[in-house]
């Protein structure tokens, strides 16, 4: 079982976290003043606004299992909040007893009818936005609670970075990065048990926070009752462009990249229709080309580039990537073998070594 990088103090470290995890690896923060950013009384009590304003568009959804319950046959009424369930716990027992199935609840976008929830976020997540901008698609809130064993939608990765509190009881989760995690080419994995041995696993309690990057294959289990709250950066990630649209945005950053060396000093000695035999060519193209392939060594850094400033409409320029060689050195490498290649992650890097003997021997002493 792998073990994640811990921050303990009453305060968060936002420049450490935009440059070493950030994207990259999940964290585990204890201790902090900050949180919870909003009681659960409060939304709870959120929850029953939404729910007496928008009935059925009330973001309520209860789930059984791996399955959302049809609410045919229901009545509105019934199904959600009455003014006499004191807090989450009583409104899912009554359903529960009523059922006979063990519920999971989730709350969406409970910030709309929470402004305490809304103000503390910006207030607490002010830094983060300054380090890193403003998220691409959007930022909102998933709130969590149940007894239930796993989440509803199993181990499952989606286009989200995530900042988990648990507002009470505990909350087990299960991470992988997309290197380790042991069911490939699969979109949601209910049974994972076999694959726990590769798992990051964390307990939360009241006043921990864990975030994971968007990558991360990740899976909720409660210990009891429990009810949680996510704070969802919402990132372009899955939002893949065709090959040729990357080449495209890699040539004008390459055009660009080398415009501003390269001038031809003397138009006139571009070649002329041929007439004679020609054996060399004009040194304007001897040095058009050496730049070129001087340039073309950076294309690897002009890509991160790009796609850093696609996650977020500021782009990351505060966020420096570490070197392979930077990363080895201090944090954990995760890898499989695929065939004749090795995949290997560090900090949010990746890479593919041949599956030689001698790799293999130098990835056994990382």
């Not at 009545?75 to 909040?81: E, G, I, S």
């Not at 899912?92 to 519920?103: C, F, H, P």
Request: with cysteine; proline share 6%.
């Amino acid at each position: 079982m792998k073990q994640i990088v811990t921050q303990t103090g009453p305060q968060l470290d936002w420049q450490w976290f935009a440059s070493y995890a950030w994207e990259k690896q999940p964290v585990l923060f204890k201790g902090l003043e900050c949180f919870p950013l909003a009681s659960e009384a409060s939304l709870f009590e959120a929850m029953r606004t939404a729910a007496e304003h928008h009935r059925s568009q009330s973001g309520i959804r209860l789930f059984s299992g791996f399955f959302e319950l049809n609410r045919t046959g229901w009545t509105q009424d019934y199904f959600l909040p009455h003014a006499t369930d004191d807090g989450f716990e009583e409104y899912l027992r009554r359903l529960v007893v009523k059922t006979e199935r063990d519920l999971a609840l989730i709350f969406e976008s409970p910030g709309r009818f929470c402004p305490d929830l809304v103000q503390n976020t910006l207030i607490h997540f002010d830094g983060l936005f300054e380090a890193v901008g403003i998220p691409a698609l959007s930022t909102h809130f998933d709130l969590f609670a149940g007894a239930y064993p796993k989440t509803t939608y199993g181990a499952h990765q989606d286009a989200l970075g995530n900042f988990m509190m648990v507002l009470s009881g505990t909350r087990v989760m299960r991470l992988w990065d997309e290197v380790s995690f042991p069911f490939p080419d699969q979109f949601r994995v209910y049974h994972y048990e076999s694959g726990l041995d590769s798992a990051t696993t964390i307990a939360l309690r009241p006043g921990d926070l864990l975030y994971w990057p968007s990558s991360t294959w990740h899976v909720g289990e409660s210990d009891g009752f429990a009810v949680s709250l996510n704070l969802d950066f919402e990132l372009p990630v899955f939002d893949r462009q065709s090959s040729l649209g990357v080449a495209d945005d890699l040539l004008g950053a390459l055009r660009s990249e080398v415009a501003t060396r390269y001038v031809p000093t003397d138009p006139n000695s571009l070649p002329k229709p041929l007439s004679v035999e020609v054996t060399e060519l004009p040194e304007d193209y001897r040095q058009a080309i050496a730049v070129f392939q001087q340039a073309t060594t950076k294309l690897e850094d002009l890509a991160w580039r790009l796609w850093l400033s696609r996650l977020s409409r500021r782009g990351l320029d505060q966020t420096p990537m570490l070197s392979f060689e930077e990363a080895f050195a201090r944090f954990p490498v995760s890898y499989r073998m695929r065939g004749d290649t090795i995949e290997i992650a560090c900090m949010g890097l990746r890479a593919s070594l041949p599956n030689t003997e001698a790799n293999r021997h130098l990835l056994k002493t990382l």
